[in-house]
Every structure is written in structure tokens, then in C-alpha cells.
């Protein structure tokens, strides 16, 4: 089955300063890539999510870039804010599979 | 809309002991889905339903029951539960399958003391 990898396991910069989080994945078919992010005391929410037939997404701060050939791909979020502390995960399913695999998460802590 | 809502948000289980863990959406979402979350391991499927009438096992069924109750409702049972158990325990649920957005209820911290 489909194995993702996430790294780092803890990432703290400083407000204002980019964070970008990686993860690769074992599943060649794999061809949806989403990110969640949990806060605490809350359940995981989507924040974007990217398919195997583009190679960038972008949502104002936040943005995604897929590399299928090498099977990894990454959160970048630029301008950071305190309120973007929390819990990053990346996940990977294959289309029409509802068994969708989630990385270890990436615990992202912005100091003002 | 309250949108996926689980019960109860907190419980505390002696070994051997059962309970079921409730879950209701009203995104008229077919499918819905268990997971466990547990330090440095991200969330791991349990058991998923595709669809009302259907479920299927995930990643870590073993030791866990489930029923689609209807298109809102599914559940998870723990027969009878022990220690490796204790974990925080998100229902989800999706438009149709993991290629569409899945959205998260609060979780349930189960200890099995």
C-alpha cells in the first residue's frame, strides 16, 4: 500500500518568515495529493489540495508543488502569521480508492 | 449546518470493557470514515463505507467494528477494549471518495486504563 513520509517533524520560524513542508510518496498511481491542517483541540481541515495533472496551486499565502517523477510534493506558506501555528499533515490516495494514506505531521510554530 | 459530529468527546474505558463511538454528518456526504490518531503517527484509517450499506477495513481494523447505520450515521464499536486502543478517534466523511475535500468531526479521546 501507499506509504508517505513527512518532514520535518517540527518546524519554528518566525512571523513574517516562509515555512515549506515536504512529503513523498510510494504509490505511483497515487494522483491526489491534499493538506490539512489541525489546530488543537480540533479535527484535521483541508487547506489545499492538488492532482497529479497539475504541477502548482496556489491560495494567496499557502501553495503546493507536486514533482510526480519524484514523487514528492510540498507546502509552501509564505508571510506567516501566528495564527498559522498548528499541525500540518499531507496525504496521498489514488482516485476512485477510499483508502487515503497520511504523513506524521509537521508541528509548525510561528514566533512573533 | 453542523457538519460531522461525534459522541462522546471524551471517555475513559477499563480493559475488556465496550463502547460505540458515534458519528453523524449532514452534508448528505456518501461516504464516511474512521481514523485513529496517535503521537508521530498522522491519522490511520480504520474502516471507511463508500457508500450506505457499505464498509471495508482501512489500514488498523483489527480489534474494531463498524455499521453504516443509514446515510447519515456510522459507528465504531470497540468489543472489548485494551490499553494499545487508547488514541484520539476522527470521523470524517466525503462528497464521494478521497478525491473530494473529507471534513473532520472534533475526535474522541479514548484512554482504556
Known amino acids: 500500500g501507499e506509504n508517505v513520509e513527512q518532514h520535518p517533524s517540527t518546524l519554528s520560524v518566525q512571523e513574517g518568515d516562509s515555512a515549506v513542508i515536504k512529503c513523498t510518496y510510494s504509490d505511483s498511481a497515487s494522483n491526489y495529493f491534499p493538506w490539512y491542517k489541525q489546530e488543537l483541540g480540533k479535527g484535521p481541515q483541508l487547506i489545499i489540495d492538488?492532482?497529479?495533472?497539475?504541477g502548482e496551486k496556489k491560495d494567496q499565502r499557502i501553495a503546493v508543488t507536486l514533482n510526480k517523477t519524484a514523487k514528492h510534493f510540498s507546502l509552501h506558506i509564505t508571510e506567516t502569521q501566528p495564527e498559522d501555528s498548528a499541525v500540518y499533515f499531507c496525504?496521498?490516495?489514488?482516485?476512485?480508492?477510499?483508502?487515503?494514506?497520511f504523513g506524521a505531521g509537521t508541528r509548525l510554530t510561528v514566533k512573533p | 449546518n453542523a457538519g460531522v459530529t461525534q459522541t462522546p468527546k471524551f471517555q475513559v474505558l477499563k480493559t475488556g470493557q465496550s463502547m460505540t463511538l458515534q458519528c453523524a454528518q449532514d452534508?448528505?456526504?456518501?461516504?464516511m470514515y474512521w481514523y485513529r490518531q496517535d503521537p508521530g503517527m498522522g491519522l490511520r484509517l480504520i474502516y471507511y463505507s463508500a457508500s450506505e450499506g457499505t464498509t471495508d477495513k482501512g489500514e488498523v481494523p483489527n480489534g474494531y467494528n463498524v455499521s453504516r447505520l443509514n446515510k447519515r450515521e456510522f459507528s465504531l464499536r470497540l468489543e472489548s477494549a485494551a490499553p494499545s486502543q487508547t488514541s484520539v478517534y476522527f470521523c470524517?466523511?466525503?462528497?464521494?471518495?478521497?478525491?473530494?475535500?473529507?471534513?473532520f468531526g472534533q475526535g474522541t479521546r479514548l484512554t482504556v486504563v
Open positions: 492538488i492532482r497529479s495533472n497539475v
Open positions: 452534508m448528505n456526504h456518501n461516504s
Open positions: 470524517a466523511s466525503s462528497w464521494e471518495g478521497y478525491n473530494t475535500e473529507a471534513f
Open positions: 496525504a496521498a490516495s489514488r482516485y476512485n480508492n477510499n483508502d487515503m494514506r
